[in-house]
């Protein structure tokens, strides 16, 4: 199943997204697709709600495309989980995951226009593999349990601001958290249809330059063993966003660094996870 989710902000509706390529309102058997949802087995009751079949109501084309899920209660991101991706940036390949959190308020649309804050100059994209958490996952006693916690997957778009995140002390977090940083979507593809996580395509253009191009098929951590070792330290909950790291190609790496401006447009896609594009303004 796709999941999606449409309206203005503050007051998005559930759907999903059919095999005809159409948006359909579930907003008439379920709240959101939100913690309580995927903690109240609100996965199986959709499925068998959709093997019954019925007609639902057609969303229009004019209609926002929002997050696919609701504002998660965590994001936890994996920095430097490609080794190419390491390099570019001058680090060492690290031994464990990197990990780093990112406000969950942060959370937008799959084509809304993303902010470049105020006082950043060196605003950069990061493709990744986004990873949705169905039931509570703590102490896992191996990366062979973690698919029983997993809900699906999606895009999660890891904008950064590079002089916060790098040139004002302390950890990452100040470089993550910007309004409309974590555009996600345009639908969430439940981890039953997933046939192969660790062999999906990612892209990433810049003004229609490709920048990006990858695999997770070569992260240094895969999904797995990221979900098992993130419950050896935190309680995972429905609903949480673990973002898995970016390859090679992003700004910061080009020589000279090149950052995004007024006016750009990026457009990213995972193989069998859609496409995203967003247009980069200035705050006002």
């Known amino acids: 199943m796709k999941l999606i989710r449409f309206g203005n902000e503050k007051n998005e509706k559930p759907g999903i997204l059919d095999e005809k390529g159409e948006r359909l309102d579930l907003s008439g058997y379920f709240e959101d697709w939100d913690e309580k949802f995927f903690a109240s087995g609100g996965l199986e009751k959709l499925k068998e709600l959709m093997t019954k079949g019925g007609e639902f109501p057609k969303i229009a084309e004019s209609v926002r495309w929002a997050p696919c899920v609701a504002r998660p209660p965590k994001i936890i991101c994996i920095g430097l989980n490609y080794s190419d991706h390491a390099r570019e940036s001058g680090a060492e390949i690290p031994k464990e995951p990197v990990v780093f959190m990112k406000a969950s308020n942060t959370v937008s649309g799959p084509y809304d226009d993303v902010y470049i804050p105020k006082n950043g100059d060196k605003t950069d994209w990061e493709v990744e593999l986004g990873v949705i958490i169905g039931k509570e996952a703590m102490y896992l006693e191996s990366p062979d349990e973690a698919d029983n916690y997993i809900a699906g997957y999606c895009i999660s778009h890891d904008v950064s601001e590079r002089a916060f995140q790098l040139e004002k002390g302390g950890q990452w977090t100040k470089g993550k958290s910007c309004k409309g940083f974590s555009p996600i979507g345009p639908f969430l593809l439940t981890s039953d249809e997933m ?30 063993h990221i979900v098992w070792y993130l419950s050896q330290f935190m309680v995972l909950e429905p609903g949480d966003l673990i973002s898995t790291g970016t390859p090679p ?23 069998g996870l859609g496409f995203q594009k967003q247009k980069f303004v200035n705050y006002p």
């Open 195 to 224: 046939d192969d996580v660790n062999s999906l395509k990612l892209e990433l253009k810049v003004n229609g330059e490709p920048m990006q191009q990858g695999n997770t098929g070569l992260m240094i951590f895969d999904v797995h």
């Open 249 to 271: 190609g992003v700004g910061m790496g080009k020589k000279p660094p090149q950052y995004l401006k007024d006016g750009d447009v990026v457009e990213l896609g995972i193989e």
